[in-house]
């Protein structure tokens, strides 16, 4: 059994995460910030962890994720609170969550990024531009750092239930996903230790979850 700690344990695909997670035989923490979630979180079979990540320091978050064996980061801003949010959740909560990892000698990092083509072809706004250029700031900080990492860059989220299959890769087409395809997809990464250090992109395709993570452990 992992014990798992979740960035944005009361977001969709944290959700999701959690519920899975537990039905395998491990045990998520979910970090959430309103109180009025956890009962919630309690009934998908994952510990409750009370904490706002625009509040809480480094030190603090290490305390909180002290024992576990993997970082997942989900959280995001989700558009709402204009650039400044985003830059403050998606970006420094990042940076804030990586530098409390290793305070807590937590080594696994996984963090849910976005698709790098997800503009393409269409007009997008200053918001969307600002959305796009911290993530791949995220990205390339957790990256440089001495973390075991694994980057996962969905498609567009859908809330449709997931297929259970998926299309995964270092380079695919742009497409869309489900957000309970994604936390299956981040169970089996959580599960997979030999992937290390990989960028995935993500959309729906037509092989099982399981055997996408594991076509990529083996390349």
């Not at 937590?106 to 250029?133: H, I, Q, W």
């Not at 990256?143 to 567009?156: E, K, N, Q």
């Not at 995964?168 to 997809?185: F, K, L, M, Q, W």
Request: aromatic letters at 4%.
């Amino acid at each position: 059994m992992k014990q798992i700690f979740i960035i944005g344990g009361a977001g969709k695909i944290g959700r999701h995460l959690a519920r899975q997670l537990a039905q395998r035989g491990h045990q998520p923490h979910a970090l959430h910030r309103d109180q009025r979630q956890t009962d919630g979180l309690r009934d998908l079979g994952a510990v409750p962890v009370l904490g706002d990540l625009l509040e809480l320091n480094a030190d603090d978050l290490a305390a909180l994720m002290s024992g576990c064996d993997t970082v997942v980061f989900t959280a995001g801003a989700g558009g709402k609170g204009g650039p400044q949010m985003t830059k403050a959740i998606d970006g420094q909560g990042l940076e804030l969550a990586v530098a409390a990892a290793q305070k807590a000698k937590v080594k696994r990092f996984l963090l849910v990024s976005a698709f790098p083509e997800a503009g393409r072809n269409r007009v997008v706004s200053d918001t969307f531009e600002n959305y796009m250029a911290v993530k791949k700031r995220a990205d390339v900080y957790l990256a440089g750092s001495d973390l075991d990492w694994v980057i996962v860059r969905p498609g567009t989220l859908l809330d449709a239930p997931g297929t259970g299959k998926v299309h995964a890769g270092p380079a695919i087409a742009y497409g869309e996903v489900s957000r309970e395809d994604v936390a299956a997809t981040l169970l089996e990464v959580v599960e997979q230790s030999a992937l290390s250090r990989e960028i995935i992109e993500l959309t729906e395709g037509d092989t099982p979850v399981a055997e996408a993570v594991q076509r990529l452990v083996r390349q």
